[in-house]
């Protein structure tokens, strides 16, 4: 059974700091992975895609890696801005043919100004 | 373009009840997916639309039932509403279901209060 851990669960920074969230999961066995925001009670707004194949994609001031073999995505925010405060998830992808995502706990992060 | 749309957008039920939840998709995108996400975890996937046709099922009690009408759009159906049902219910869509093109995009999900 997959399952999708992100470090830290909460994150405090000042403004203009870099900061890099964590996404592990356990079967390496993915189609790809995407990388979301949550703002409170909201839904979800889709950040990164990368494919399985793929090393890394950028978004801005965003970037996300995949290490297929070890289990393991960062997503890489540059230059952290008050408005970057939200929830961050990771999702996973298993099924060649579906759309079942497996998804982390999320990462809560507040940038202060 | 319009994105992903859910209705209702909140709303309050009592245990036993039953509710419907109704999304439509992005224009053009055949397939819809449902997740239900509690306080403070990640999204749980329960049902799978594409072409009409159900294509995934997630660990969920046959209470939850869905469907897929033909231009696309799709309701989610909960009976005898419990307590643990409280939660965002997350609508999804994509172009078609192979990872190549299969990014997700959601709505901004319907807040279910069961008391």
Same mark, same amino acid.
């Given at each position: 059974?997959?399952?999708?851990?992100?470090?830290?669960?909460?994150?405090?920074?000042?403004?203009?700091?870099?900061?890099?969230?964590?996404?592990?999961?356990?079967?390496?066995?993915?189609?790809?992975?995407?990388?979301?925001?949550?703002?409170?009670?909201?839904?979800?707004?889709?950040?990164?895609?990368?494919?399985?194949?793929?090393?890394?994609?950028?978004?801005?001031?965003?970037?996300?890696?995949?290490?297929?073999?070890?289990?393991?995505?960062?997503?890489?925010?540059?230059?952290?801005?008050?408005?970057?405060?939200?929830?961050?998830?990771?999702?996973?992808?298993?099924?060649?043919?579906?759309?079942?995502?497996?998804?982390?706990?999320?990462?809560?992060?507040?940038?202060?100004? | 373009?319009?994105?992903?749309?859910?209705?209702?957008?909140?709303?309050?039920?009592?245990?036993?009840?039953?509710?419907?939840?109704?999304?439509?998709?992005?224009?053009?995108?055949?397939?819809?997916?449902?997740?239900?996400?509690?306080?403070?975890?990640?999204?749980?996937?329960?049902?799978?639309?594409?072409?009409?046709?159900?294509?995934?099922?997630?660990?969920?009690?046959?209470?939850? &039932? +869905?469907?897929?009408?033909?231009?696309? =759009?799709?309701? %989610?159906?909960? *009976?005898?509403?419990? $307590?643990?049902? &409280? +939660?965002?219910?997350?609508?999804?869509? =994509?172009?078609? %279901?192979?990872? *190549?093109?299969?990014? $997700?995009?959601?709505?901004?999900?319907?807040?279910?209060?069961?008391?």
């Amino acid at each position: 059974k997959q399952e999708v851990t992100q470090i830290p669960a909460a994150l405090s920074v000042p403004e203009g700091e870099n900061l890099v969230l964590n996404c592990s999961f356990t079967d390496s066995a993915i189609y790809n992975l995407q990388w979301f925001r949550q703002d409170p009670g909201k839904g979800l707004t889709s950040l990164l895609l990368i494919q399985s194949s793929q090393r890394e994609q950028t978004s801005g001031r965003l970037n996300a890696s995949l290490d297929k073999s070890s289990g393991r995505s960062t997503l890489y925010i540059a230059a952290s801005q008050p408005g970057d405060s939200a929830t961050y998830l990771c999702a996973v992808r298993m099924e060649e043919y579906g759309n079942k995502l497996v998804f982390g706990a999320g990462t809560i992060l507040r940038v202060k100004s | 373009d319009a994105g992903v749309t859910q209705s209702p957008t909140h709303l309050i039920k009592t245990r036993g009840q039953q509710v419907t939840l109704r999304c439509s998709p992005i224009s053009g995108h055949k397939s819809v997916s449902w997740y239900q996400q509690v306080l403070g975890q990640g999204p749980q996937f329960i049902f799978q639309y594409y072409e009409k046709e159900e294509r995934g099922r997630g660990n969920f009690p046959d209470r939850f &039932s +869905a469907r897929q009408f033909p231009n696309y =759009s799709s309701e %989610l159906n909960v *009976n005898a509403l419990l $307590l643990g049902d &409280s +939660a965002l219910y997350l609508c999804a869509s =994509s172009l078609f %279901l192979t990872p *190549n093109t299969g990014e $997700l995009f959601f709505g901004e999900g319907s807040r279910l209060t069961v008391l």
